[in-house]
């Protein structure tokens, strides 16, 4: 019984892995396919399958794209400009004065044309852009399944208190109470930890299901949304704010007038409080290169490994699929370690999150 069940989950395994690396070689021959007789560009591959677009690309049928069209919102001189994004062509041409950037420092943002014609009018300033991106619409889907199972819990939870957890409450429940009482309560205090639970919860679970997300090759799964230094910018900024506006006496004390320094470090050049400030800063900044840099290089990685079949097939055919018996097993690896990392990066961020509240709200001692 034993053997059987080791059998089945290494079975498990392969399945879970192969459908993890299966879309990434897929996108590899798609992008191959696409470019006919130029060679494969490994790099434009992989760069166009971890940055936000205007549209949510599936697969590629011949030369047939297939692609969820997204809304383009623009407001440009008083007047809202809505449109969808397949006027666009995949940036191949422009529409109502408008066109995709390819080049230059507003690469793949929405700039003005000069009349109809796909040449960028630099003179002009760029249109405000609140368009629903790829990256956008993979927040709302995860944003409305946060709500969905966190609401459809807690009415269980008020309906039946005394009863078992089940179902996606049983799978849950451990999650939240490793957050409450191994991160909030270690790091904050018993006194205070229940103020900011609520919040750590949230980072934990936003950040755990979309690194989660981004490993599903299927639709509305596959969206990079953790590893856009934009969003991870927002959480840091998020707790850098609330740490600065918690913070105790103390905290501001420590900054201000740090206690056992000397005083040549303090006046007439403020050494000490200069170093608090800046570390202050630097925290939340680490919080979002640490969150962005980590989801993004799986991605990368793995789609690397996949990217050298095709590199080196172009050399040989037998010298691509030579090089796939050594690229397939370490993508499948790497997806595992992926997993990992969903959950460390999920945790790690709540955790110094948890750590600077704990810092900012503790009291002095007498």
């Known amino acids: 019984m034993t053997r059987t069940i080791k059998r089945l989950s290494v079975f498990i395994s392969l399945v879970v892995a192969f459908t993890l690396v299966s879309?990434?070689?897929?996108?590899?021959?798609?992008?191959?396919?696409?470019?006919?007789?130029?060679?494969?560009?490994?790099?434009?591959?992989?760069?166009?399958?971890?940055?936000?677009?205007?549209?949510?690309?599936?697969?590629?049928?011949?030369?047939?794209?297939?692609?969820?069209?997204?809304?383009?919102?623009?407001?440009?001189?008083?007047?809202?400009?809505v449109f969808s994004s397949s006027k666009f062509h995949h940036g191949h041409s422009s529409y109502d004065g408008y066109k995709i950037e390819t080049e230059g420092f507003f690469k793949g943002s929405i700039v003005k044309t000069k009349g109809d014609s796909m040449e960028t009018d630099t003179e002009a300033s760029l249109p405000f852009d609140i368009s629903i991106t790829k990256h956008v619409l993979a927040l709302f889907f995860s944003l409305t399944l946060l709500l969905v199972v966190f609401i459809s819990v807690a009415r269980k939870y008020k309906r039946n208190p005394n009863k078992a957890p089940n179902g996606f409450q049983g799978l849950i429940e451990p999650l939240i109470i490793f957050i409450r009482d191994d991160v909030a309560k270690t790091s904050i205090g018993e006194k205070k930890y229940e103020k900011y639970t609520p919040y750590l919860l949230t980072l934990f679970f936003f950040i755990f299901l979309n690194?989660?997300?981004?490993?599903?090759?299927?639709?509305?799964?596959?969206?990079?949304?953790?590893?856009?230094?934009?969003?991870?910018?927002?959480?840091?900024?998020?707790?850098?704010?609330?740490?600065?506006?918690?913070?105790?006496?103390?905290?501001?004390?420590?900054?201000?007038?740090?206690?056992?320094?000397?005083?040549?470090?303090?006046?007439?050049?403020?050494?000490?409080?200069?170093?608090?400030?800046?570390?202050?800063?630097?925290?939340?900044?680490?919080?979002?290169?640490?969150?962005?840099?980590?989801?993004?290089?799986?991605?990368?990685?793995?789609?690397?490994?996949?990217?050298?079949?095709?590199?080196?097939?172009?050399?040989?055919?037998?010298?691509?699929?030579?090089?796939?018996?050594?690229?397939?097993?370490?993508?499948i690896f790497m997806s595992f370690i992926e997993l990992l990392v969903a959950f460390i990066q999920a945790y790690v961020f709540t955790l110094l999150t948890a750590l600077y509240f704990g810092s900012a709200t503790q009291e002095g001692h007498h």
Do not use: C
């Open 23 to 81: 879309p990434n070689i897929l996108w590899a021959v798609e992008e191959s396919g696409t470019q006919h007789e130029e060679e494969f560009n490994a790099g434009k591959m992989i760069i166009d399958h971890i940055v936000d677009a205007y549209e949510w690309h599936l697969l590629t049928i011949g030369e047939t794209h297939v692609s969820v069209y997204l809304p383009v919102i623009l407001f440009d001189e008083g007047q809202f400009h």
């Open 211 to 331: 690194n989660l997300l981004g490993l599903i090759p299927i639709f509305p799964g596959g969206a990079n949304l953790t590893g856009d230094i934009s969003v991870t910018m927002t959480l840091a900024l998020f707790t850098f704010f609330i740490t600065q506006f918690i913070g105790t006496k103390n905290y501001w004390a420590h900054i201000f007038n740090t206690p056992d320094v000397p005083w040549y470090l303090k006046v007439p050049i403020p050494i000490m409080p200069i170093i608090e400030i800046v570390g202050a800063v630097i925290k939340p900044f680490v919080l979002m290169i640490r969150l962005f840099a980590n989801i993004s290089a799986g991605h990368i990685i793995v789609l690397g490994f996949v990217s050298l079949i095709f590199i080196l097939g172009n050399v040989t055919a037998p010298l691509g699929f030579g090089i796939s018996v050594i690229s397939v097993p370490l993508s």
